[in-house]
């Protein structure tokens, strides 16, 4: 697979979660431990506003609310992984950039917290924000991406706030795991993390369409999507599937398999041509969905 990836990425695979798990048994203690050390945080340029809400969830405000469009994010990191913090530099570039509030979410951790409890601290935080602003739209990556799924179908079902739009930035979405691409073993996220991800969220409880929007079988009424993918991503096929369902359902959706790439591709080599052009093509389409153009 070495061979597939594109040059630029290579040599950024020596300082993911891959490259430095144990052999033998793996357990969400070492993989934090291992996180914690690999991880780089880079303070924003200016700190966030804290918010608090009953039960102590805490959402993370980049930029000044003004009542009109605002971006929830939801961070990666397997369901049991990082922080809304650590994301903070990101997020206030996201909001510098985009000229409009966003607002992270520090859900709850699994296996300590498991489904529904990080998806529940989402839909608190979709309340918070749609009673702050005049339009939401929701994005995350990896497991933030599914959560993300999840909370589209979660807040259709419930009739709750409208989100105007869905990014998922390789979202995991499917517990089972038996797509070609799902029994390979690419770097940066492996099928053994995988494996661990969906143990801690589920915590021995079968999974359901909120927990693996994969399983979801009406997907009509959700709102318009953009998803991408690098085609030697572990979840490269269960998002171009759920891709296809969504339009075949009637949802607006826009697509990009990006070729050579891996998971995470754009955060371990930040100044790799796709990495670049992969982050351009997401803003172009977070503005356009949070402008309101037809």
Do not use: K
Request: glycine share 10%.
């Amino acid at each position: 697979m070495i061979d597939r990836i594109d040059p630029e990425l290579v040599s950024g695979l020596a300082n993911t979660l891959t490259a430095h798990l144990p052999d033998g048994f793996l357990d969400v203690a070492t993989v934090r431990a291992i996180d914690d050390q690999l991880r780089v945080e880079t303070a924003p340029a200016a700190p966030p506003r804290v918010v608090t809400l009953e039960g102590g969830l805490e959402l993370r405000v980049h930029g000044p609310l003004h009542g009109g469009a605002c971006l929830l994010w939801i961070h990666g990191g397997g369901m049991f992984l990082g922080s809304a913090r650590t994301e903070d530099a990101y997020c206030a570039d996201l909001a510098a950039r985009l000229g409009v509030p966003v607002v992270a979410v520090n859900y709850r951790l699994a296996p300590e917290h498991p489904h529904p409890a990080p998806l529940h601290d989402c839909r608190a935080a979709l309340h918070w924000c749609a009673r702050h602003a005049g339009r939401v739209v929701v994005a995350g990556g990896s497991a933030g991406g599914g959560l993300a799924a999840a909370l589209c179908l979660l807040t259709r079902d419930e009739d709750g706030p409208p989100i105007a739009a869905a990014h998922l930035y390789y979202p995991m979405l499917d517990d089972r795991r038996d797509t070609p691409s799902a029994r390979t073993d690419p770097p940066v996220w492996n099928r053994r993390l995988a494996d661990l991800a969906w143990a801690a969220y589920l915590g021995g409880r079968p999974a359901d369409a909120l927990a693996a929007p994969a399983r979801a079988t009406d997907l009509r009424g959700l709102p318009p999507t953009y998803l991408d993918v690098g085609d030697l991503d572990l979840f490269r096929d269960e998002d171009a599937a759920y891709a296809a369902r969504l339009a075949d359902a009637g949802v607006p959706v826009r697509f990009a398999l990006v070729p050579g790439a891996v998971h995470a591709f754009e955060l371990i080599a930040p100044d790799a041509a796709i990495g670049r052009a992969t982050r351009e093509r997401r803003l172009l389409a977070l503005a356009h969905d949070l402008n309101g153009a037809a």
